[in-house]
């Protein structure tokens, strides 16, 4: 009997991800598709909460798949929130349903306003600290000049999901802001701008990549040994006066920064 020619669509358990995309007259893409069928996969129980999905060579040989289409499908599945990743172990199960994810995706100042605007600090400790040599580079001050030293969690104003970790140094005759964090969602610069009529008007961002860890993990609701980045924003006045610099520690996916340059 002649050998049948290989089917370029997915066989079974695959024919479960060659259904017809919703949209009309499109089909999504195989690792979308696969990334469907696991995400019911677990919704189902069939991969329980704290087991480990099979390894990326079964899935390959169960779907039809490639090790690209494998991987990314499984991609999409942790940036929902459901699978982690841990070297020795394999893909485990963290949650039996997606989870929102927030993003913030700035490409200009006003978008950083608009980010801050829709976060809020919640306030966790401060302290009146003097520049050593490391600070003073930092803050462009001279050693031994005083600042005020805020540590907080930066969270969605309207679901309360922690979106970074936040120091933030600002002068001292900012002090009076500490005792307005706990009491208004106002972000720190609209608290400026507000009492001491004092505009931010440039902010610049430096970004490096970093790895999560510790209390810091745990505080950001991510597995130690998550990737993210690490923010410093130093917010000016009109003449150019460092008003406050915040050192923002974002797990990944809760950050993208946009640039574009265009030929003249």
Not at 86 to 104: E, F, H, L, N
Not at 222 to 227: A, D
Request: proline share 5%; hydrophobic share 40%; charged share 25%.
């Amino acid at each position: 009997m002649p050998r049948r020619p290989r089917d370029t669509t997915w066989e079974s358990p695959a024919d479960e991800i060659a259904e017809a995309s919703p949209i009309a007259g499109t089909r999504a893409p195989r690792y979308a598709e696969l990334a469907r069928v696991l995400i019911e996969r677990i919704n189902s129980g069939t991969y329980a909460v704290g087991q480990s999905l099979p390894p990326e060579t079964e899935l390959c040989v169960m779907f039809g798949a490639s090790r690209h289409t494998v991987r990314e499908a499984i991609r999409i599945l942790s940036e929902q929130g459901m699978v982690s990743r841990r070297q020795g172990v394999g893909t485990i199960v963290t949650a039996s349903s997606t989870q929102a994810r927030y993003t913030a995706t700035l490409s200009s100042l006003s978008d950083l306003m608009q980010h801050l605007d829709a976060t809020e600090l919640h306030f966790l400790s401060d302290e009146e600290v003097a520049a050593d040599s490391v600070l003073a580079e930092l803050l462009e001050c001279p050693v031994g000049q005083r600042w005020i030293r805020i540590r907080a969690l930066r969270v969605l104003k309207r679901s309360s999901e922690v979106v970074s970790a936040v120091e933030m140094y600002v002068q001292l005759r900012f002090a009076g802001l500490t005792e307005m964090l706990g009491k208004t969602q106002n972000s720190v610069y609209r608290l400026i701008e507000d009492h001491y009529h004092t505009r931010v008007v440039e902010c610049r961002q430096d970004v490096v990549p970093i790895i999560i860890s510790g209390e810091e993990a745990k505080k950001l609701h991510v597995p130690s040994g998550t990737p993210g980045l690490h923010v410093t924003r130093h917010y000016l006045d009109d003449k150019l006066d460092i008003l406050s610099v915040s050192i923002n520690r974002y797990p990944k996916n809760r950050f993208r920064f946009q640039m574009r340059w265009r030929l003249s």
